[in-house]
Nanobody
Framework: QVQLVESGGGLVQAGGSLRLSCAASGSIFRINAMGWYRQAPGKQRELVAAMPSGGVTNYADSVKGRFTISRDNAKNTMYLLMNSLKPEDTAVYYC??????????????WGQGTQVTVSS
């Protein structure tokens, strides 16, 4: 069993910063790609930032230059540093990871989501 647990969301004023964390636990052989998504009320879930296991990170145009994705493989943890936050960044943020278990099956997992609210 694998779990992803996000933390670090909250209420912040426009221009402020938050750092989200996503910790993976359980029967993990290897974590491949990881990424952050968000879903605002009435909108579809969208990719915010992605980090393949050995490739180049990529970001949504709306967050480029403001958000930074990183991961600590030793801790099976991923982070999203969000600077210069805007009201339009308000959403539930979800982490996603492509994980290979000890049974050598690979599947995608989602966290439960963490709310980020940016006030104007």
């Amino acid at each position: 069993q694998v779990q992803l647990v996000e933390s670090g969301g909250g209420l912040v004023q426009a221009g402020g910063s938050l750092r989200l964390s996503c910790a993976a636990s359980g029967s993990i052989f290897r974590i491949n790609a990881m990424g952050w998504y968000r879903q605002a009320p009435g909108k579809q879930r969208e990719l915010v930032a992605a980090m393949p296991s050995g490739g180049v990170t990529n970001y949504a145009d709306s967050v480029k230059g403001r958000f930074t994705i990183s991961r600590d493989n030793a801790k099976n943890t991923m982070y999203l540093l969000m600077n210069s936050l805007k009201p339009e960044d308000t959403a539930v943020y979800y982490c996603n990871a492509d994980i290979r278990g000890y049974d050598f099956s690979t599947r995608a997992y989602w966290g439960q989501g963490t709310q980020v609210t940016v006030s104007s």
